[in-house]
């Protein structure tokens, strides 16, 4: 079963407004990570946040953790269309690789 | 980074017919591999874990018998889908595993094969 639940489940905005997802998970661990899909494709790594790092940055993507409330937000900067897209975060609890991934928000940026 | 492929991208096939999808990490070595399935507009969800030389572990409620898994070599896992059905049609991801060092192992995902089952 899915341990990560996101919120929103989809979010529209305009071009150049910041967009912000949640991702909310239930057992501890390693580190979370953020991928992007686009309809219909593979998924691209975006961002890991190790469980004792609280905040990272990438290029307009700064993700932060919160291992206390259990709990990740994935904020976009200046979003472009081109951001469209599915984003889902994934866990990896101990001891192994098996990621978990959340429902995912369908993030969509208008021109 | 590390590239994976999966072949076929997309396939259509005739109920009661097997698909083989193949998923090959094209420049490192990958002793694990994972397939994934999603269904439209949903997350992905783990079927099974591939190791290299052994037998696949299955999440709790996939058919082994249903979705057969051969890790044959270092490089190619393959997902058969026997006697498929049309609800087997999904998004078929895989993903392969290499050790980037100290306890975060990252996953190369491959680009999905879509299955049609009519």
């Known amino acids: 079963s899915q341990q990560g639940e996101e919120d929103p489940q989809a979010l529209s905005i305009q071009e150049g407004e910041n967009a912000t997802m949640n991702c909310s998970y239930k057992?501890?661990?390693?580190?979370l990570q953020w991928y992007r899909q686009n309809s219909g494709r593979g998924l691209v790594h975006l961002i890991l946040?190790?469980?004792?790092?609280r905040e990272k940055h990438s290029g307009r993507l700064r993700v932060t953790l919160d291992t206390s409330k259990k709990s990740s937000s994935l904020l976009i900067t200046a979003s472009r269309a081109a951001d469209t897209a599915s984003y889902f975060c994934?866990?990896?609890?101990?001891?192994?690789?098996?990621?978990?991934f959340g429902e995912g928000t369908q993030l969509t940026v208008n021109p | 980074g590390a590239v994976v492929s999966q072949h076929p991208s997309r396939v259509i096939c005739k109920s009661g017919t097997s698909v083989k999808i193949e998923c090959r990490s094209l420049?490192?070595?990958?002793?694990?591999m994972f397939w994934y399935r999603q269904f439209p507009k949903q997350s992905l969800m783990l079927m099974a874990t591939?190791?290299?030389?052994?037998?696949?572990?299955?999440e709790q409620g996939v058919e082994k018998d249903k979705f057969l898994i051969n890790h044959a070599s270092l490089t190619l896992s393959t997902l058969t889908v026997t006697s498929a059905h049309p609800e087997d049609s999904s998004f078929y991801i895989c993903?392969?595993?290499?050790?980037?060092?100290?306890?975060?192992?990252?996953?190369?995902f491959g680009p999905g094969t879509r299955l049609t089952v009519l």
């Open positions: 946040i190790r469980s004792n790092e």
């Open positions: 420049d490192f070595q990958a002793t694990t």
């Open positions: 591939s190791n290299e030389g052994s037998k696949a572990t299955y």
């Open positions: 994934a866990t990896d609890p101990p001891p192994g690789s098996r990621l978990t």
């Open positions: 993903s392969a595993l290499t050790r980037a060092g100290g306890s975060y192992n990252e996953q190369f």
């Open positions: 057992t501890s661990i390693n580190n």
